[in-house]
Nanobody
């Protein structure tokens, strides 16, 4: 079983920044592609960003391009989501997910077989 733990969420004013972390103690985590998703209150879960196993391939949802950056440190078994220029519409629970079967960057949640418990991000003045 692969356990993923997100951290770094919180409350921030519009224009502010947060860095989310997704950590796993599983020995194979560095070989998994990882994605970030978010779910605003009362809405469907949506894709945010994804990164392949070596960190070279990345993919972003259009609304976060230029503001969010996904990266990973495989030595620390950690994937990050740096979020800058935050907007109220970025408010959501953010989840990381791991794809243990293919080295791909995809926005489709059905390809991710392990999920974290989520961390709340609130952007408000």
């Amino acid at each position: 079983q692969v356990k993923l733990v997100e951290s770094g969420g919180g409350s921030v004013q519009p224009g502010g920044s947060l860095r989310l972390s997704c950590v796993s103690s599983h020995r194979s985590f560095s070989s998994y592609a990882v994605g970030w998703f978010r779910q605003p209150l009362g809405k469907e879960r949506e894709f945010v960003a994804a990164i392949n196993r070596n960190g070279i391939g990345t993919y972003y949802e259009d609304s976060v391009k230029g503001r969010f950056t996904i990266s990973r440190d495989n030595a620390q078994s950690t994937v990050y989501l740096q979020m800058n220029s935050l907007k109220p519409e970025d408010t959501a629970v953010y989840y990381c997910a791991a794809d243990s079967t293919q080295n791909r960057v995809t926005q489709s949640p059905e390809y991710y077989d392990y999920w974290g418990q989520g961390t709340q991000v609130t952007v408000s003045s």
